[in-house]
């Protein structure tokens, strides 16, 4: 099982950038998905899911309305939509399976700063 994350960098207040997770070694259209992200100094949290198919969705309070999760089973990739992005988001965002989680990729790093 393997993840490489991809499409973080530097943005201002307000920004925006899509993240990209591409999956492999598993039957990736099989199971619900999830972004997670690590803060300097803080336990990584987990951000937001999808099902399966893609018809349902989660996302933990402080996202809602500025995140959008995705996914294409035919690319075996997730991806995050980040709007409005806030320095809080600052963080090392990573994606993984929801339930029997696999060893986590390299993350990619979100940074909003002025």
């Known amino acids: 099982v393997q993840f490489v994350e991809s499409g973080g960098g530097l943005v201002q207040p307000g920004g925006s950038l899509r993240l990209s997770c591409a999956a492999s070694?598993?039957?990736?259209?099989?199971?619900?998905m999830s972004w997670y992200r690590q803060a300097p100094g803080k336990e990584r949290e987990w951000v937001a899911l999808?099902?399966?198919?893609?018809?349902?969705?989660g996302y933990r309070d402080s996202v809602k309305g500025r995140f959008t999760i995705s996914r294409d089973n035919a690319k075996n990739t997730v991806y995050l939509q980040m709007n409005s992005l806030k320095p809080g988001d600052t963080a090392v965002y990573y994606c993984n399976r929801y339930t029997e989680r696999a060893s986590w990729g390299q993350g990619t790093q979100v940074t909003v700063s002025s």
């Open positions: 999808i099902s399966s198919g893609g018809d349902s969705t």
């Open positions: 070694g598993f039957s990736f259209s099989t199971y619900i």
